[in-house]
């Protein structure tokens, strides 16, 4: 199940979130409006439910969320940007991924 999420994530919503893929959420993180999207089989179902949210496209960054040992993954098919200086599935900025990770810590976590 897909959520758009603007606040701590419930633990019914990260169960729900979890029904695709058991062991990891893909997330897509609005690093602009710091909201993001969790659940669904694909990054780009998180990244539609954004757009259509009004969230713009150059914003817009995945990454996996492993709930158990709450490590991140930032790589997504959505992050090949050469526009963007992203060639690669990986986020290469470590800033970008620095404020990805705090997003998706305070959201699924509860962590500050």
């Known amino acids: 199940m897909l959520h758009l999420l603007r606040d701590l994530a419930t633990p019914d919503q990260v169960a729900e979130m979890l029904a695709d893929w058991e062991v990891l959420i893909k997330v897509v993180v609005d690093i602009r409006r710091e ?3 969790g659940g669904g089989e694909m990054h ?8 259509a949210d009004g969230c713009q496209q150059e914003d817009l960054w995945g990454a996996n969320w492993y ?6 993954r930032f790589e997504a098919l959505i992050n090949i940007r050469p526009r963007q200086n992203n060639r690669r599935m990986q986020v290469e900025s470590e800033a970008l991924r ?15």
């Open 35 to 37: 909201i993001l999207t």
């Open 44 to 51: 780009a179902d998180g990244e539609a439910l954004l757009l």
């Open 98 to 112: 620095n404020k990805m990770e705090a997003i998706i810590r305070r959201i699924l976590e509860g962590r500050s």
């Open 67 to 72: 709930p158990t040992s709450r490590d991140i």
